[in-house]
């Protein structure tokens, strides 16, 4: 057995202990597998996760990232190995203080105002008072009652990371949700992401895109065939990264 | 045999006249099957939102029969209610046979598992699409349930009218468990059943004419459905 206590965690929490979700951190996972058609995708993973600030994980295609996000998210049960939430095994109380954007916008066939009230009810608060500031800060409030799906990609990830912040969650996992957006776009995810970790919620992203890792990481998980190669902090990651391999990929070598 | 012309000539004024016995066969034949529609809506939408989102073991069978169900012949399931409800039947002390409620147990038995399969298909295409994201906001399976069969409400209208169009348009079954008795359980199949083999085919062409124009509007409508869908993209 490991050591469980969290003794070289990076936190980043500005004000000490004061963030709400303070309690679910440290996330430690300990060997942690998943396996799926009789291969084994994540091979026995240790990590360690502080509270607060943006954990921005990177690697090639196929390295296991989305696996590990929706294994820490509860979308997926390992196939063996821990995941602890500050000590607590992943349940639904701890679930529903996280929330996850998707690669690709899921939207429910309604308006816009509705896809928010959806979450506003699920959570037991519907109010159109906090539903129009939700969507004025997503810059969607002329939108509420266009149908969702007939939205741009652009705005269809601004409200499902809006829908997504609506639960306040304490975490929140983002699956490269800028992959197919343009700059402008890409950079108004990035200010409400920005000002949802500001607020106190920690930031798991996944993203492949080299600049948007350097503007927004404060801590780099490199993921390499169901491994992590490396944990760093992004000054160091971004300067020197310890893997040859984390290397090679921000080289724009391709790695096997 | 009447003339052909005369026949529709026939039809056409019974129905602009209102012919007070027409009116009554086509106002049972809509109350029966709208009540069927209802009564199995409701259960069948259930079924099928259920089908679509739990997985237990059996399910697999349980689809096959529900599945195969659809093709259920109309005289089998009039029979069997028959049988049910007949006086040496299990449910005889009921009174029901020759009875609309009747009628409307037999429509409601035929068409249940139409919309069950029908609505199960369209429930588990959606909810494929949404699955990840209700379990990301931990969505329970009732309310699951419930806001599938909202953000399907299109398809699933499609899936109602079919069962409709199929309820009006059978006559083995309410044949037999309403006995076609007139002022009391006489529908417009049976009517069009009935008058044909008496040689009556002014009365039976009119009805015709109107089980045609319910089958148009109902097509219809579900175009003008899918259209909507469509355009708002909820389809
Ligand atoms: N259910 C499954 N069955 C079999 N293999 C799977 C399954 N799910 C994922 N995989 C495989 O696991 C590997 C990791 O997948 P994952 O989606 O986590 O990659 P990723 O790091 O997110 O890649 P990308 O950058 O392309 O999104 C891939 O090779 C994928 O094909
Ligand atoms: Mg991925």
Known sequence: ?256 | MQDFGEAFFTAFSLLFSFDADLMEVIGLSLRVSLTALLVAGLIGLSIGALLAVTRFPGRGVALVVVNSMMGLPPVVVGLIIYMLLSNAGPLGFLGLLYTPTAMIIAQAVLILPIIAALSRQVIEDLHNEYADQFRSFCVPTGRMMAELLWDARYSLLTVMLAGLGRAMAEVGAVIIVGGNINHLTRVMTTTIALETSKGDLALALGLGVVLLTIALTINAAVMGLNATAKRQAYA
């Open chain 1, 1 to 256: 057995m490991r050591d469980l206590r969290p003794a070289n965690v990076i936190d980043l929490r500005n004000t000490q202990d004061s963030g709400a979700g303070a309690d679910l951190f440290p996330l430690t996972v300990e060997d942690l597998t998943y396996q799926a058609g009789g291969t084994v995708l994540i091979k026995g993973i240790d990590l360690t996760l502080g509270a607060g600030g943006v954990t921005v994980i990177m690697g090639p295609n196929g390295a296991g990232k989305s696996l590990l996000l929706r294994l820490l998210h509860g979308l997926l049960e390992p196939s063996g190995g821990w995941i602890a939430w500050g000590g607590q095994p992943l349940d639904d109380a701890i679930r529903r203080r996280q929330a996850m954007v998707f690669q690709r916008a899921v939207m429910l066939r309604r308006s816009v105002a509705a896809n928010i009230d959806f979450v506003l009810r699920l959570r037991g608060r519907a109010d159109p008072a906090r539903r129009r500031e939700i969507l004025e800060h997503a810059g969607l409030a002329d939108r509420a009652e266009q149908p969702a799906r007939l939205l741009s990609g652009g705005e269809q990830q601004r409200l499902a990371l809006a829908r997504a912040l609506a639960t306040e969650p304490d975490v929140l996992f983002m699956d490269e949700p800028t992959s197919n957006l343009d700059p402008a776009s890409t950079l108004v995810i990035e200010d409400i992401t920005k000002a949802a970790r500001d607020r106190g919620t920690k930031i798991v992203f996944i993203t492949h895109d080299m600049g948007q890792a350097r503007r927004l990481a404060d801590d780099v998980v490199f993921m390499h065939r169901g491994k992590v190669l490396e944990h760093s902090p992004a000054a160091a990651f971004f300067n020197q990264p310890a893997s040859a391999e984390a290397g090679d990929y921000m080289a724009g070598k391709i790695i096997l």
